[in-house]
């Protein structure tokens, strides 16, 4: 089918929304992925970089995961929990091994917004409350009657210093905190003390959050800032919910889950994406305590623990294992860091890099006094040029001013010299434009 005719039929037949969000100026067109790698149509090849919104874990087409695929794909397509079949079992023993206790509880879906939906009826049915908090401008409440509180970043936001957040580079506002004391913690906690105590009943539901932000930007609060929130929220009768789907399955490098890296542990997880390796599916898990409350109503999933779907998951968890994968996030996440962090010193417009892992934003700014966002059309422009250059990359963040580093966990050092070289070419021809 000719490029023509496929955006012919993107304008008339597809949902309209999808003309929205199509990412460039020359959308494009992609035929083939393996790895760490896309081809578009006419065969020209394209570094990943943003793995279909951090959803590929490791890698496109994998070929272990490929041969599970085939292999149930040719016992048995699709029968429902009613029956009992080995896939499901075998995989949600074999996920529940790699969370802590009591995290033992598995609920299977067909997607990330499908798990946080169902997170939140169990929250609200165990604890017979309904009001439930997450951060200002967190995607999850755009459309639902939660409360919101200040989100902590401590680039943008009012508090911030120069050694708030657990990540090899820290932002460039200058702090006198003493080691081991954040103020910005402090005042951010003061704002969900505040929220806690004029907008929500004395007894809510639940609080929800993601280990680092995805969409938000790879935003990342102070270091102890999720331990004090869920004390406050659980002395509330409120229960935690963090929200991998995005920081999950080794992506942050240090961890296995997001979550850890605050010593925290969760009243339930929600995950998806990076679950299946780009195949349809998500999971909420939860304790035995919670998961006997949601006995209380009655819930049934067609497809979720497909049995295709259960088998590629489990390879992929076999594939994380086996390539080290979640070491290379944090070998090349933090040496991809360190070098940005390099071009943020050189360049006035890049504003802050952070991360964890292969977990990455860059920040870009009209400059670093201001910290103001970088135009949507200089974002735009240097955007292009990336891609152009045979890299592709994303956006978030509440202006659309971050650039998001998600890859699949397989690229490797020479991969990310090479886009290094690419955003520091795309930042200079921006730049002598100027």
């Known amino acids: 089918m000719s490029k023509e005719r496929m955006l012919e039929i993107r304008t008339q037949n597809c949902n309209p929304m999808t003309m929205r969000v199509t990412y460039y100026k020359k959308p494009v067109f992609i035929h083939q992925g393996y790895m760490q790698w896309l081809w578009d149509v006419d065969g020209r090849r394209y570094l990943d970089l943003f793995a279909g919104v951090a959803t590929v874990s490791v890698g496109h087409c994998h070929p272990k995961v490929t041969a599970a695929a085939e292999k149930q794909m040719k016992r048995l397509w699709h029968t429902t ?19 802590p206790d009591p995290l033992k509880v598995i609920y299977l879906t067909n997607s990330g917004s499908e798990a946080n939906d169902l997170a939140m009826l169990m929250a609200r049915l165990h604890t017979g409350n309904f009001d439930i908090i997450t951060f200002r401008l967190i995607q ?45 913690n402090e005042q951010y906690i003061g704002q969900l003390k505040e929220t806690l ?23 990342q ?21 963090a929200d991998e789907v995005q920081t999950g399955f080794g992506r942050t490098g240090s961890h296995f889950w997001g979550f850890q890296g605050h010593d925290v542990i969760p009243d339930m997880v929600t995950m998806a994406k990076g679950i299946g390796n780009g195949f349809p ?3 909420v898990v939860t304790t035995p305590e919670i998961a006997a409350s949601f006995t209380k109503g009655v819930h049934f999933n067609t497809f979720g623990g497909n049995p295709v779907a259960c088998a590629i998951a489990s390879s992929v968890l076999d594939t994380i294992k086996e390539d080290g994968l979640q070491q290379n996030s944090l070998n090349v996440g ?11 010193d050189k360049y006035e417009i890049i ?41 592709l990359i994303g956006k978030g963040g509440l202006y659309g001013q971050t650039f998001r580093i998600k890859p699949p966990m397989c690229i490797t050092m020479e991969d990310a010299d090479f886009f290094l070289a690419v955003f520091n070419k795309s930042i200079h ?4 434009k100027k």
């Open 81 to 99: 929990n009613i029956y009992v079949y080995p896939p499901l079992h075998e995989y949600c023993e074999k996920l529940a091994s790699y969370l």
């Open 140 to 184: 999850l409440t755009r459309f639902l009657p939660n409360k919101q509180t200040m989100c902590p970043d401590v680039f943008r936001g009012p508090w911030g210093g120069n050694h708030c957040r657990d990540s090899p580079v820290q932002t460039i506002r200058e702090c006198s905190c003493a080691q081991g004391h954040c103020m910005a």
């Open 197 to 219: 105590a004029t907008s929500v009943p004395n007894r809510i539901a639940a609080f929800f959050g993601e280990p680092i932000q995805g969409v938000g930007g790879a935003v």
């Open 221 to 241: 609060y102070p270091k102890s800032f999720l331990k004090e929130a869920y004390k406050l929220v659980r002395e509330r009768g409120g229960v935690c919910i």
């Open 281 to 283: 599916m998500g999971a």
């Open 334 to 344: 933090t040496y991809l860091m360190e070098e940005l962090a390099k071009l943020r």
């Open 351 to 391: 504003g802050d890099v952070r991360g964890k892992g292969l977990q990455i934003g860059v920040e870009m700014v009209k400059d670093k006094t201001s910290r103001d966002p970088l135009s949507p059309e200089a974002m735009n422009e240097i955007f292009e040029d990336v891609k152009d250059m045979g890299v």
């Open 429 to 432: 021809n921006y730049m002598g």
